[in-house]
């Protein structure tokens, strides 16, 4: 029998519908966690039978704001930290789209921390991926506000004497109606968590802890992404439902306590504006 073995450019991947090939190859380095993140996102949209159409997804700067362009939706790739104002105005103007912003915890947390707070707070109707991998990749491993205490990064090389944020703490208080923490090898929970992310109203926050080998593996003698892998394997507990605030997160022996935390139901923003701009047509 003969055997037809298909050219490299004729073998298609089973997510191609997706992807923006025409932008390959991508910008991250091997062992990055930002690619499971991403794909993790695209089964979502495969496995809710989703319209590229009706999906638009925006991003800030950084290596994970890399996503908008590698995404074959309508994307925007904004300033630094504006992601969340940028997809607030796009929801707002077209309210049957599912608005993704996917971003970096420098961008989101950082220049981004205000917006990000007053969306919770406003339950606005966006689904918000924070790739957290305690650094500021792109810009050469600077510290940032969810480096862990005691870290080495670029800016801190005596270690880091700031304490960082708990995000999905820090999400739920300020007003997150789906508040949810994965690593990446966790792509199976975190694609059920995107899921449920994109058939509900209301602030849903996802948290995705992702190695980065090249700006914070190697200078906290993590080792190797696959040494980060293991570390997730070894000191992952899931705890669905647990007080946010309990939500450990350690990277010196601790465990890292993920799960889907947050899932109450409250008026959304979109519902709430609805409602008044009718009152107001009444009047
Ligand atoms: C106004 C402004 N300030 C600073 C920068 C430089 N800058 C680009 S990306 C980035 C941080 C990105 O970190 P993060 O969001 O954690 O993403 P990562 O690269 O780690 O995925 C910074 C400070 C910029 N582009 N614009
Ligand atoms: S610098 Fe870090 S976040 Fe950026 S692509 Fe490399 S591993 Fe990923």
Request: charged share 25%.
């Amino acid at each position: 029998m003969k055997v037809e073995i298909k050219k490299e450019k004729e073998v298609k991947h089973h997510l191609s519908k997706w992807i923006r090939e025409d932008r390959w190859p991508h910008i991250w380095c091997s062992g990055c966690g930002i690619g499971i993140a991403m794909s993790s996102m695209l089964y979502a949209f495969e496995e809710l039978n989703l319209d590229p159409k009706e999906i638009a997804i925006v991003s800030g700067i950084g290596c994970s704001g890399r996503v908008a362009g590698y995404v074959k939706v309508d994307s925007y790739h904004t300033t630094h930290g504006r992601a969340i104002p940028f997809a607030i105005g796009l929801k707002i103007a077209k309210p049957n789209m599912k608005v993704i912003v996917f971003s970096g915890d420098g961008d989101l947390i950082s220049i981004g921390g205000n917006h990000f707070i007053h969306a919770a707070r406003r339950n606005f109707d966006l689904i918000c991926i924070c790739v957290n991998n305690f650094n500021y990749g792109m810009t050469g491993g600077q510290f940032g506000p969810t480096t862990p205490h005691e870290a080495i990064t670029t800016t801190t090389p005596y270690g880091n004497f700031e304490y960082p944020f708990n995000l999905p703490y820090l999400a739920a208080s300020a007003g997150a109606t789906f508040v949810a923490r994965w690593t990446v090898l966790h792509p199976y929970y975190l694609r059920q968590s995107i899921k449920k992310a994109l058939r509900r109203k209301g602030f849903s926050f996802i948290e995705v802890i992702s190695p980065c080998p090249t700006g914070f593996g190697r200078p906290n003698k993590i080792g190797e992404a696959i040494d980060e892998m293991k570390y997730y394997k070894e000191k992952s507990v899931i705890k669905n439902r647990v007080d946010p605030k309990e939500a450990e997160l350690s990277f010196r022996g601790g465990n890292i306590i993920v799960g889907e935390f947050v899932e109450i139901e409250k008026p959304s923003y979109i519902e709430i504006l609805k409602e008044n701009l009718e009152k107001i047509k009444e009047v």
